[in-house]
């Protein structure tokens, strides 16, 4: 994996402790997103702005109480977060590192520098949330790339995922293999995709189930996919995503970006070509016998090849149909010079 500037998490905040050190409408904001994810969100502050005590006064969930008064570090202990918005660098770090020694993640705004952790910019179709973050370097950028999220997300993804939730304890109960189980995710997915401007219902998920069903034992079988890509990721069809994203195993070229890896789940093994039967070299008959015998165990295998590197032809594949010969000058009805 390359190098991250900031790792994504997603904290569990419901009725835990919030603390926020300041009054601003800044601050007001962060007290509203805090409350949103079910924290209880207690505000230190002197001067309380208008923006604050309105959402104090309806918050989107959990409660937001505010102390008329400044800051002490024994408000700290037992917080699961805290928030600080200060004007100058000395208050910001006094807060900072009170924060650090109770043992709490702390984030002040607009001052990356005395962060723990950054909020970033959040599309939400909860529970399905995306966060986006330029690690403080171009708020702008996030925001901008949020708000192309937002027109490409339909308002109804938030009721397909809510869906998948509901369904996910049923499909257990449902005494579908592992195997039958990824397959219907994935038709659930594909209709997610597809059908997004509506809300699913019951029967979505008996038609889905049905279908995984009626595979039968070929729901089983594993797959073995050739990719063929370009000089980087913006080269990938949709269908190959959909191939990288599902593949259990995946053998690639030295010829393939790095980013295109990036396309694959966390849990895929990859294997550079090279790299088979413990580093020793391989050839054709290699990957052939290799990406066969996994497709047989039921894994799917993604074979993923640069369009520069040598071809590969899987040992099922027809050979490559003979050259016809050249037309003699009389058949193309020209004359010998």
């Given at each position: 994996m390359r190098p991250l500037a900031r790792l994504p998490i997603f904290l569990a905040l419901d009725d835990k402790r919030a603390v926020i050190a300041g009054g601003s409408a800044a601050a007001a904001w962060k007290a509203?997103?805090?409350?949103?994810?079910?924290?209880?969100?207690?505000?230190?502050?002197?001067?309380?702005?208008?923006?604050?005590?309105?959402?104090?006064?309806?918050?989107?969930?959990?409660?937001?109480?505010?102390?008329?008064?400044?800051?002490?570090?024994?408000?700290?202990?037992?917080?699961?977060v805290a928030v600080g918005a200060f004007a100058d660098d000395a208050n910001a770090a006094a807060f900072a590192q009170a924060a650090r020694a109770a043992g709490v993640p702390v984030n002040v705004i607009d001052k990356p520098a005395f962060c723990d952790f950054s909020f970033g910019a959040i599309v939400n179709r909860s529970p399905l949330v995306i966060g986006i973050s330029t690690d403080g370097a171009a708020p702008v950028f996030a925001q901008a790339i949020r708000a192309r999220l937002e027109t490409l997300l339909p308002e109804n993804f938030a009721a397909w995922a809510a869906a998948a939730q509901r369904w996910r304890c049923a499909l257990k109960f449902s005494r579908l293999t592992y195997a039958a189980r990824c397959a219907f995710w994935q038709l659930f997915a594909k209709r997610a995709l597809t059908q997004a401007q509506r809300e699913p219902t019951p029967q979505d998920f008996q038609t889905l189930l049905a279908e995984v069903k009626g595979r039968g034992a070929s729901v089983e079988s594993g797959s073995v996919t050739v990719i063929e890509v370009g000089d980087d990721a913006d080269s990938l069809t949709l269908r190959a995503v959909r191939a990288l994203y599902s593949a259990d195993v995946i053998f690639y070229d030295d010829g393939v970006q790095p980013e295109v890896l990036d396309f694959a789940r966390r849990e895929a093994r990859k294997l550079l070509v090279g790299e088979i039967r413990f580093g020793a070299a391989c050839g054709e008959n290699d990957v052939t016998l290799s990406t066969a015998g996994l497709a047989r165990q039921g894994k799917r295998v993604v074979l993923l090849k640069a369009r520069e590197a040598p071809r590969v032809?899987?040992?099922?594949?027809?050979?490559?149909?003979?050259?016809?010969?050249p037309e003699s000058s009389a058949a193309r009805g020209g004359a010998a010079a």
């Open positions: 509203e997103l805090l409350s949103a994810a079910g924290a209880q969100v207690e505000v230190f502050a002197e001067d309380i702005s208008a923006e604050l005590r309105a959402v104090a006064a309806d918050p989107p969930r959990g409660a937001i109480a505010v102390y008329e008064r400044a800051w002490t570090a024994a408000d700290l202990a037992g917080a699961t032809t899987l040992a099922w594949q027809p050979p490559p149909k003979e050259a016809a010969a």
